[in-house]
């Protein structure tokens, strides 16, 4: 278990308990992931943020008969992904963002030491394919393992780890390029 999913265990653990404190501290690490993932879905800012509520409101509910042998990190996304789609439904569109579509990834809650950095890194991430970026977001900053990706999305293991790796390849291209 890594070191976060041992922070978040022991954050579900409080929060079973009522700790309020621990409940805002999860809230602060999930929070961008999360944004992460449902734009994503969404790409629309405002219908995130609803989802983002709405999923913290199921964990508060859920939170007091969460089992501990789960993973908290791929139980909270896998939350996220269903309100994102559940969100979809209702509209009565289907997702905004095909596989073969891009959208636009905001870091701004990133910090970088130069603005310069926070706008090539959005940049290059804005070029990959949808499928590509989300899967590096969820494995590199939301620090999901592949097999939690691959819950997530509902798609192979070995294909989740076969779109990572081309689209590290698309960055390091992306990168040499400058």
């Known amino acids: 278990m890594s070191e976060r999913n041992r922070e978040l265990h022991e954050l579900m653990m409080r929060i079973k308990?009522?700790?309020?404190?621990?409940?805002?501290?999860?809230?602060?690490?999930?929070?961008?992931?999360?944004?992460?993932?449902?734009?994503?879905?969404?790409?629309?800012?405002h219908d995130v943020e609803d989802c983002v509520q709405e999923t913290f409101i199921t964990i508060a509910g859920k939170g007091t008969r969460f089992s501990s042998d789960k993973n908290v990190c791929g139980w909270i996304?896998?939350?996220?992904?269903?309100?994102?789609?559940?969100?979809?439904?209702?509209?009565k569109h289907t997702p905004t963002c095909s596989w073969n579509e891009t959208i636009s990834v905001d870091l701004s809650k990133c910090i970088f030491?130069?603005?310069?950095?926070?706008?090539?890194?959005?940049?290059?991430?804005?070029q990959l394919k949808c499928e590509e970026r989300e899967v590096v977001?969820?494995?590199?900053?939301?620090?999901?393992?592949?097999?939690?990706?691959?819950?997530?999305?509902h798609k192979s293991l070995i294909t989740v780890e076969r779109i990572y790796k081309k689209a590290l390849k698309n960055l390091k291209n992306m990168v040499q390029k400058g």
């Open 17 to 45: 308990s009522g700790d309020e404190r621990a409940f805002q501290r999860l809230m602060n690490i999930m929070t961008p992931g999360l944004i992460t993932l449902g734009l994503a879905y969404l790409k629309n800012i």
């Open 77 to 91: 996304y896998q939350i996220m992904r269903r309100k994102c789609l559940d969100k979809l439904r209702d509209a």
């Open 113 to 126: 030491a130069q603005s310069e950095d926070k706008i090539f890194v959005e940049l290059i991430l804005n």
């Open 137 to 153: 977001l969820l494995h590199i900053w939301a620090d999901m393992p592949f097999r939690e990706i691959s819950a997530t999305i």
